[in-house]
C-alpha cells in the first residue's frame, strides 16, 4: 500500500503478493546492480524530464568496479552521469542488502541533499513489487530509510562525519573540493568506520594538486594504497554526444587552465607559474 502523503512510497511492513516473474526479477535483481539499473532505475534528465537510465559503458563499468571492490576511487571530468551512477548503486546497495549504513558526504550541503533526492527519486519510480517499505519519519532530504533496517544518510564533509557509525557503504562526492585539512582529518577519521568490512567510494573532479583526494588518486595509480584496483577515469569525450566542436566551445566558454581541469582532469598547481605541474592519468 502506497503512502498517503506520497504515493510513489511504499508504507513499511505492507505484505505483497509476488508473482513467479517477480521473483525471478528480484534474484535477477539481487544479483546484478547492472541488470537491476538498465531494467528498473529511471532519471530525470534537465531537458527531457523522466527517462529510463540507459547507461553507457564506461557507467556500466564503473558499477561492475563498484560492485566487486570495497575501494574505489572516481577521477571524472564535468558532467559525465558519475553522480546519477554512484545513486544508482547506492540504492541497490540499500534494496538487496539488510541492515545497511550508507553515508553520503559531498563538499556542500546543498550536494548532499542533492544526491538524496536523486536517490529517493529514482525509488519512488519503481514497480511496488521492487520496493522495500519506507519509515516515513525517516524520508527527509537528509535520510531515507527502509524497513529491511537499511538507511542512506546525507551529510556536508567534515571533520566529525560520520564519527561514531558502522558505516556500511561511504560515497564520499566532489572529494577534492574539500578543505585540504577537513579532507585529510576526514578521512582518517572515517576509515575505522568501515574497519569491520564496509567499502568506500570516492569520486571527483580536480581541484588544484595538494590534499586527501590527490594524494589517493596518485597512490591508487601507483598501486600503493587500497584504491588500485578499483580506479575509474572517466574523460570529457566518454559522453558519446561530445566532440572537438564540443570542446572547442567549452573551451572558449571556460578558457583554457579551467577546461584543462574540470573536462581534462588535471591536476593544476594554484600557483600561476610558467608551467602547471600536471598529474595526468
Known amino acids: 500500500m502506497a503512502s498517503k502523503k506520497n504515493p510513489g512510497l511504499k508504507r513499511s511492513n505492507v505484505p505483497i503478493e509476488y508473482t513467479r516473474e517477480s521473483i525471478l526479477e528480484l534474484q535477477r535483481c539481487a544479483a546484478d546492480p547492472v541488470y537491476f539499473i538498465r531494467n528498473y532505475v529511471y532519471i530525470k534528465h534537465a531537458k527531457r524530464g523522466k527517462i529510463k537510465f540507459n547507461m553507457y559503458d564506461y557507467q556500466e563499468e564503473m558499477v561492475k568496479r563498484y560492485h566487486t571492490n570495497r575501494f574505489n576511487i572516481v577521477l571524472s571530468a564535468r558532467q559525465t552521469g558519475k553522480t546519477e551512477t554512484s545513486c544508482a548503486f547506492l540504492l541497490w546497495s540499500a534494496i538487496f542488502k539488510p541492515d545497511q549504513t550508507i553515508l553520503v558526504a559531498s563538499n556542500k ?21 521492487l520496493k522495500p517499505g519506507i519509515d516515513e519519519n525517516s524520508w527527509n532530504k537528509h535520510e531515507c530509510k527502509f524497513d529491511n533496517q537499511s538507511r542512506i544518510v546525507a551529510t556536508t564533509t567534515s571533520v566529525d562525519s560520520g564519527r561514531g557509525m558502522a558505516i556500511s557503504l561511504l560515497y564520499a562526492d566532489e572529494f577534492a573540493f574539500v578543505k585540504p585539512h577537513v579532507s585529510r582529518q576526514f578521512y582518517d577519521s572515517i576509515l575505522p568506520t568501515i574497519s569491520t568490512g564496509g567499502s ?4 571527483s573532479t580536480p581541484n588544484g594538486d595538494v590534499g586527501q583526494y590527490a594524494e589517493l588518486w596518485r597512490g591508487a595509480n601507483a598501486g600503493i594504497n587500497d584504491f588500485k584496483h578499483g580506479i575509474t577515469f572517466v574523460p570529457w569525450d566518454a559522453p558519446p554526444d561530445r566532440d572537438e566542436e564540443f570542446k572547442k566551445k567549452f573551451m572558449g566558454l571556460l578558457g583554457e587552465r579551467k577546461w584543462r581541469q574540470e573536462y581534462e582532469c588535471e591536476f593544476l598547481t594554484e600557483e600561476l607559474t610558467l608551467v602547471d605541474s ?4
Open 109 to 129: 550541503s546543498s550536494n548532499s541533499m542533492e544526491i538524496i533526492a536523486k536517490i529517493q527519486y529514482a525509488y519512488e519510480e519503481l514497480p511496488a513489487w
Open 200 to 203: 568506500m567510494i570516492i569520486s
Open 278 to 281: 600536471a598529474l595526468i592519468t
